[in-house]
C-alpha cells in the first residue's frame, strides 16, 4: 500500500482507496487524468468564451451586411 497526494485536494491517500478520506474525490490517486481545476477552466470557456464568439460574430454581420470582405 503506497501513499500519494488526491488529485483534489493534494491530501495524502492509500492508492487502494476509492475515495479521499479529506474531499470525497472518488479514484483520487488516478493519474494522466486532467485536473478537476482544468475541467472547471474548461466549462467556463465554454460556457463564457463561445456566447462572446457568436455575439462578436453577429454584431460584425449586423455593422457589413454584405459580407466580411466587402
Not at 495524502?12 to 479529506?22: F, G, I, K, R, W
Not at 479514484?27 to 456566447?51: F, M, Q, Y
Request: with cysteine; proline share 9%; aromatic share 10%.
Amino acid at each position: 500500500m503506497a501513499l500519494k497526494p488526491c488529485f483534489e485536494c493534494k491530501g495524502v491517500v492509500s492508492t487502494e482507496a476509492n475515495s479521499c478520506p479529506h474531499c470525497g474525490a472518488s479514484n483520487p490517486t488516478r493519474s494522466g487524468l486532467r485536473p478537476a481545476w482544468v475541467e472547471k477552466l474548461i466549462t467556463v470557456v465554454l460556457l463564457v468564451g463561445w456566447p462572446l464568439f457568436i455575439i462578436a460574430f453577429l454584431i460584425q454581420v449586423s455593422h457589413n451586411p454584405n459580407g466580411f470582405y466587402h
